[in-house]
Nanobody
């Protein structure tokens, strides 16, 4: 089983990034997918969640209106489109699969700085 995040990097405030999380080794379409982030010295927090077949989506207040979560079950991939990025969005971003079992990716660093 693998969850592999990509798309992180350094971006200026106000910029955009698109994170991807490619899954393998389990039935992706049956799992709720979510993105979480952890800044230095802080607890990991959920920022976005998408249910099976994209029937429902949830966003934390801190990213609502700026981030969009989506999934492509044909590609076993979940995405996080991040717009209007702020320095406080700087963190390691992780994807998580929740179903019969819970899986985590290894994380990708996002740094928002001028």
């Amino acid at each position: 089983v693998q969850l592999v995040e990509s798309g992180g990097g350094l971006v200026q405030p106000g910029g955009s990034l698109r994170l991807s999380c490619a899954a393998s080794g389990f039935t992706f379409s049956k799992y709720v997918m979510s993105w979480h982030r952890q800044a230095p010295g802080k607890e990991r927090q959920q920022v976005a969640l998408i249910r099976v077949a994209g029937r429902d989506r949830y966003y934390s207040d801190s990213v609502k209106g700026r981030f969009t979560i989506s999934r492509d079950d044909a590609k076993d991939t979940v995405y996080l489109q991040m717009n209007s990025l702020r320095p406080e969005d700087t963190a390691v971003y992780y994807c998580k699969a929740t179903g019969e079992t819970t899986y985590w990716g290894q994380g990708t660093q996002v740094t928002v700085s001028s």
